[in-house]
């Protein structure tokens, strides 16, 4: 356990070699340097570098991981404290630091950050405004303040681009968080207080109290186009006045918050918890299907909106779950959803499936002419296309060679038997025939389960599997 958390040599950064082994990537003047320092130091002298992961989203922080011996996670923009909820949730003793910018946290993570302050949850946020997209190029941040040019704002901030958002006001409204404040680091006074507030916050953190956001008025001097004296002085006579200094809230010395429980990895708990048994449903496969491929299948459902892809595409999953593979389901609810084209991944492995997307999937089952037309091309040589022959005049003719095409009448069966939703399960009946995917019991097992509460379905949903199978039998012939 060290006096600080930052490394002592950069290795990450140009593998710490010379100059760039012991300084950072961040400009002259800037202030995340010390805002990484004060944050560092707050964590060795509480003794938590052992219990502390730091959050990192897109922006000029993106490489916090160089510089601080502690946990690292690395997340798309603005989403840190969404990411730091799930690492607080898997280990409620950890300490975690959710470090952002303005750009990051005021903007694109805006429905992040407050969601995540009015939950609540002991979690500390240190948010670097510096009134600026910094790392993209000096673009107008939500922060940037009045009559302040950028590359987005040439003529200055007008009133038509709508006001600075003050983020320590907007979080400490919230009922959430316990602790709120914002510091800067303008003079030796301020930055004494700026360390002061992060130790604090990270404290209030590790005795469970509650949510604290700690903001930081800092420089950068780049965008500014000033000398780091000068953008002290800017943030000093500018920023000051707009984002008032001080404590916005403070309720710990009465907050607590409820006690997490690390998750549970006992399966019996866990089938309690849902409602589940551990019964095993009848299993009918003798094996993996790999004469479709070795150890994962790929699938796409696609077609309009109440086409029933998704549902099929589920009762696959299902199927697969109770076979006793792996299998996940991917949906995809596009704009087009209503008469155009959405659809369903699925994947069936023999132990894990280590990618859900089905890019080039080996069997597609298309319910109309666009779902047809898109993916068709996407099934690689020896894969197979079940499509609704009802709706769709011809196949297209970029299908690769080898593909096998069955088309089947998904839709007027179903309107034959009656109830045109089924046209779904008359889909899932070709594709059993079409493939052998699994034993037409594994299917009607599925379908079963899935109808256990409208128990007087089951019977046309039997009927529309065994018709679609009987067509795409006809269809070998």
């Known amino acids: 356990m060290s006096a600080t958390a930052i490394y002592p040599l950069f290795e990450r950064h140009s593998h710490g070699q010379g100059i760039k082994g012991h300084s950072t990537h961040y400009c002259p003047g800037c202030g995340h340097g010390l805002a990484h320092k004060y944050l560092a130091e707050a964590i060795g002298e509480l003794g938590l570098q052992d219990r502390t992961i730091a959050v990192s989203p897109v922006g000029c922080s993106v490489f916090l991981y160089y510089y601080l011996d502690v946990g690292n996670t690395q997340v798309a923009h603005g989403r840190a404290p969404a990411v730091a909820i799930g690492h607080k949730m898997a280990n409620p003793d950890s300490i975690l630091v959710s470090y952002q910018g303005d750009g990051d946290l005021a903007s694109i993570g805006l429905a992040e950050i407050v969601s995540t302050a009015q939950l609540g949850m002991p979690i500390t946020v240190i948010f670097i405004n510096n009134a600026i997209y910094g790392m993209t190029g000096g673009q107008m941040a939500p922060t940037s303040l009045m009559g302040q040019k950028t590359s987005t704002s040439p003529h200055g901030r007008l009133a038509l681009y709508g006001q600075p958002t003050r983020m320590a006001e907007m979080i400490a409204g919230l009922d959430g968080p316990v602790y709120v404040e914002r510091v800067a680091l303008f003079d030796n006074k301020q930055r004494v207080r700026a360390k002061k507030a992060i130790k604090r916050a990270l404290e209030i953190q590790a005795q469970n109290k509650g949510f ?32 008032p200094l001080g ?55 696609a077609g309009a909106g109440g086409d029933g892809a998704q549902t099929a595409a589920m009762l696959i999953t299902f ?55 898109k993916f068709g091309c996407t099934v690689p040589t020896g894969g197979t296309v079940v499509y609704d022959s009802s709706v769709i005049a011809e196949v297209p003719s970029d299908l690769q060679p080898g593909v096998k095409v069955v088309g089947v009448p998904f839709a007027q069966t179903a309107k034959d038997l009656g109830k045109v939703v089924v046209k779904n399960v008359v889909a899932l009946g070709a594709l059993q025939e079409a493939t052998g995917l699994f034993p037409k019991e594994a299917f009607l097992t599925a379908i079963r389960l899935a109808l256990k509460e409208k128990a007087k379905l089951i019977p046309l949903n039997e009927e529309a599997f065994a018709r679609g199978a009987a067509l795409a039998r006809e269809m070998k012939k």
């Open 319 to 373: 199927a697969a779950i109770n076979e006793g593979f792996d299998s996940t389901h991917i949906p995809s609810y596009g704009p087009e959803s209503r008469g155009g084209t959405s659809y369903a991944d699925v994947h069936v492995a023999k132990a894990e499936v280590t990618s859900p997307a089905s890019p080039t999937p080996n069997i597609l089952v298309a319910f109309n002419a666009p779902s047809l037309a």
């Open 212 to 243: 604290t956001f700690v903001e930081v008025l800092a420089e950068c001097p780049t965008h500014l186009g000033l000398e780091p004296e000068e953008a002290e002085e800017w943030v000093k006579t500018n920023m000051v006045p707009v984002f």
């Open 247 to 301: 404590v916005k809230k403070d309720t710990s010395e009465t907050a607590a918050f409820p006690k997490l429980e690390p998750p549970t990895y006992d399966a019996g708990r866990v089938l309690g918890i849902i409602g589940a048994t551990a019964e095993q449903p009848p299993r009918h496969s003798k094996g993996f299907p790999s004469h479709i491929a070795p150890s994962d299948i790929s699938l796409k459902f």
